[in-house]
């Protein structure tokens, strides 16, 4: 039998945020809030089957580009400690089966100045995915959310 190759990584992304935890808590509690800073841009559709932030729940998005086969992730959440942290899984497959599996931790840390956030993901990247390829995805999606706080903060 052939294995098809599974690279493993840890990927780790950490950010000073000009937000409260509360805040920056909040933009990740929220399907409204996620649905506006994380879009992958034009081009792309995402939209939740399923959003229930809560210990034992579960979450479905969609994502991919517009009129092609999407992308779902799924998300189950195993702990949430408001303003300080959030542990989940998460696959996500394709139309040709899984392409990724693995567990994320995001953490808040009050500063003077607002919030370090840290997002650590440590997952199985089989044929078709990379750790590279999550690691962009992320800090755009960081991005994304930094530009999030600022036009709030406005």
Do not use: C
């Not at 992958?40 to 210990?55: C, H, L, N």
């Not at 992730?73 to 989940?88: E, P």
């Amino acid at each position: 039998m052939i294995m098809p190759d599974i690279d493993h990584a840890t990927i780790v992304l950490e950010r000073s945020l000009a937000a409260a935890p509360s805040e920056v808590f909040a933009a990740w509690s929220s399907r409204e809030a996620l649905l506006d800073w994380s879009a992958p841009g034009d081009g792309w559709d995402m939209a939740y089957r399923a959003f229930d932030f809560r210990v034992g729940h579960t979450d479905i998005l969609t994502f991919g580009p517009v009129g092609a086969e999407p992308y779902v992730n799924t998300v189950h959440y195993h702990a949430i400690r408001a303003d300080q942290f959030i542990v989940y899984s998460s696959t996500v497959s394709h139309e040709t089966g899984l392409l990724f599996a693995g567990m994320v931790l995001l953490e808040l840390v009050q500063t003077a100045s607002g919030t370090d956030f840290r997002l650590t993901e440590t997952g199985f990247y089989l044929e078709g995915d990379s750790p590279e390829g999550h690691k962009e995805g992320w800090a755009a999606m960081l991005d994304g959310l930094t530009a999030y706080l600022a036009r709030r903060a406005a």
